[in-house]
C-alpha cells in the first residue's frame, strides 16, 4: 500500500506534457485490457480535439494534478499520480437543462492514474475529495460523470464507488454515452490521505 498522502493542485500549462503522457500511457493500457476507450479523438460541438480541451481545461483551472512529494532522495521530489478535471457545470450535450438545474452537481472528467500506479485506490480517493470539495466550496449535492460507452470494466468501477447509470446520452456517435451519479457525501474511504 501506499502510506504517503497525495497532495492535489491545480495544473498549469507547464504540467500538460506529463498530463498528455498519463493519458497516452492509458490508452495503452485500455487497448491491451480490451477496450477502445480513447481510441477515437472526437472533436467537440466547435471542433475542439482532445488535448485542445485539456489545455484549455488547464488554463481555466479546472485540472488538477496529483503528486505523492518525497523526502527520501531516492525517489523523485514530486511523482505524479493521476489527473482529473473537475467542472462546476455540466455539458448540455450530455445532460439536459432540467438535470443541470435540479440541484447543483461537480463534473468530473478525464480522470487518469499514472502507469503503475493502479490498484491503490487513488482514483476512489480522487473522486472522495472532489465530492468533499464540491460540497464544502459551493454546496453540490452530487457527482456526475459520462463514461465510455463500451468500456463494460469501467462501468463496474463506478457502480462499486456508490455511482448509479443515470441512462444514456442521447446522440448516437457521442462515444461516452453511460452517465453514472453519486451524491457528493457517499464516500469509499479507499486510498491514500489527500491534501490540496
Same mark, same amino acid.
Given at each position: 500500500?501506499?502510506?504517503? *498522502?497525495?497532495?492535489?493542485?491545480? #495544473? /498549469?500549462? %507547464?504540467?500538460?506534457?506529463?498530463?498528455? !503522457?498519463?493519458?497516452?500511457? @492509458?490508452?495503452?493500457?485500455?487497448?491491451?485490457?480490451?477496450?477502445?476507450?480513447?481510441?477515437?479523438?472526437?472533436?467537440?460541438?466547435?471542433?475542439?480535439?482532445?488535448?485542445?480541451?485539456?489545455?484549455?481545461?488547464?488554463?481555466?483551472?479546472?485540472?488538477?494534478?496529483?503528486?505523492?512529494?518525497?523526502?527520501?532522495?531516492?525517489? *523523485?521530489?514530486?511523482?505524479?499520480? #493521476? /489527473?482529473? %478535471?473537475?467542472?462546476?457545470?455540466?455539458? !448540455?450535450?450530455?445532460?439536459? @437543462?432540467?438535470?443541470?438545474?435540479?440541484?447543483?452537481?461537480?463534473?468530473?472528467?478525464?480522470?487518469?492514474?499514472?502507469?503503475?500506479?493502479?490498484?491503490?485506490?487513488?482514483?476512489?480517493?480522487?473522486?472522495?475529495?472532489?465530492?468533499?470539495?464540491?460540497?464544502?466550496?459551493?454546496?453540490?449535492?452530487?457527482?456526475?460523470?459520462?463514461?465510455?460507452?463500451?468500456?463494460? #470494466?469501467?462501468?463496474?468501477?463506478?457502480?462499486?464507488?456508490?455511482?448509479?447509470?443515470?441512462?444514456?446520452?442521447?446522440?448516437?456517435?457521442?462515444?461516452?454515452?453511460?452517465?453514472?451519479?453519486?451524491?457528493?457525501?457517499?464516500?469509499?474511504?479507499?486510498?491514500?490521505?489527500?491534501?490540496?
Amino acid at each position: 500500500t501506499i502510506g504517503a *498522502p497525495l497532495y492535489m493542485r491545480r #495544473a /498549469t500549462r %507547464t504540467d500538460f506534457g506529463v498530463i498528455e !503522457r498519463m493519458i497516452e500511457d @492509458a490508452k495503452v493500457r485500455l487497448r491491451e485490457l480490451g477496450t477502445d476507450q480513447w481510441s477515437t479523438d472526437w472533436p467537440d460541438e466547435v471542433g475542439n480535439r482532445r488535448m485542445d480541451r485539456m489545455l484549455r481545461s488547464i488554463e481555466k483551472g479546472k485540472t488538477w494534478i496529483g503528486e505523492f512529494r518525497s523526502r527520501d532522495y531516492s525517489y *523523485p521530489p514530486e511523482l505524479p499520480a #493521476a /489527473t482529473v %478535471t473537475i467542472e462546476e457545470m455540466g455539458n !448540455r450535450t450530455v445532460w439536459s @437543462a432540467a438535470e443541470l438545474a435540479a440541484y447543483r452537481a461537480v463534473y468530473l472528467s478525464r480522470l487518469v492514474v499514472a502507469e503503475g500506479l493502479a490498484g491503490f485506490h487513488i482514483g476512489s480517493a480522487i473522486i472522495d475529495w472532489a465530492g468533499r470539495r464540491a460540497y464544502k466550496n459551493y454546496g453540490a449535492q452530487s457527482i456526475r460523470i459520462d463514461v465510455w460507452t463500451t468500456n463494460v #470494466a469501467l462501468h463496474n468501477y463506478y457502480e462499486k464507488r456508490g455511482f448509479e447509470k443515470r441512462g444514456l446520452v442521447p446522440i448516437e456517435d457521442y462515444p461516452a454515452q453511460q452517465r453514472f451519479e453519486r451524491p457528493t457525501s457517499d464516500e469509499t474511504n479507499l486510498g491514500p490521505v489527500i491534501f490540496d
